[in-house]
């Protein structure tokens, strides 16, 4: 591998070839936005749309799908990275959520000790794995990592999950700005996460679209409010999905309604 192989920069960019059919990258610039909530909640709405879907949880040293679904799988990723089995031999299929699943174990370092080669080769089997789905759903790291950006920039869609808090706003209006640079032709879109109420997210939406507007020179489409909902906690304190357990609760009809969202805009 050459010296230009070896830089993160250089392969973070070249990954925009390999554009994912139908590979969407959940993402954060911050922890507790409800990011792989949603991921899992979104997986589920978009199968009740007869989408055969894939999720992927690509923060392998949290794991918190398999935490939030309460699940124990025979294989994970960990056994991909190290080697023993090809990605496609550890995907598990959650037969409540009528979704597939592959994961790590909690406490692993996950993605982020794996070099860019290794990085490259995962990322090229996951977009062959993608082909089997009619969407896959990427659970990435918040933040900035490495492993999050390349993964992102190999997706056709990210998803940006934002709250109302100062903090939120700042974090992922750096993460747009990173995203929107490096993979131009990756689609950005915004989820207002844990409000009040839609005007509150109304209103935390425009904040960051105005940042963005106005030193970025882009326009980032929102595609949707998440309501507060106390049942969320409720629903990963049972190990279930807030489909399953609360179908008709606010922040599940929002999601389903995102899901049908996503795909009347292809």
């Not at 989408?51 to 309460?70: E, M, P, R, T, Y």
């Not at 056709?156 to 993979?183: F, H, M, W």
Request: net charge positive.
């Amino acid at each position: 591998m050459s010296k230009t192989d070896t830089n993160p920069h250089n392969f973070a960019e070249s990954v925009t070839a390999l554009k994912g059919k139908n590979m969407i990258a959940v993402v954060s610039g911050r922890r507790s936005s409800g990011k792989t909530w949603f991921s899992i909640t979104l997986a589920q709405a978009l199968g009740i749309f007869k989408q055969k879907v894939l999720l992927f949880d690509g923060d392998c040293g949290l794991n918190n799908v398999k935490i939030q679904l309460g699940l124990d799988m025979a294989n994970d990723l960990n056994a991909v990275m190290s080697g023993e089995k090809s990605l496609n031999q550890v995907v598990f299929d959650y037969d409540k959520g009528h979704f597939a699943i592959t994961a790590g174990n909690p406490g692993a370092s996950g993605l982020a000790t794996l070099s860019v080669g290794r990085l490259q080769i995962l990322g090229d089997d996951l977009n062959i794995l993608a082909q089997n789905y009619d969407k896959t759903i990427l659970d990435l790291r918040s933040g900035l990592s490495n492993p999050s950006k390349v993964l992102a920039g190999m997706s056709q869609y990210a998803i940006i999950i934002c709250t109302d808090e100062p903090q939120s706003v700042t974090d992922n209006y750096g993460l747009i700005k990173l995203l929107s640079s490096r993979y131009p032709k990756t689609s950005l879109s915004v989820v207002i996460n844990q409000v009040n109420d839609i005007n509150a997210g109304l209103r935390t939406y425009s904040m960051l679209n105005k940042a963005c507007e106005e030193f970025l020179k882009i326009s980032v489409p929102l595609l949707g409010v998440i309501r507060q909902d106390t049942r969320v906690r409720d629903s990963i304190r049972n190990c279930s999905t807030i489909i399953n357990r609360y179908p008709q609760s606010e922040a599940a009809l929002d999601v389903i309604s995102i899901a049908k969202r996503i795909l009347g805009n292809e």
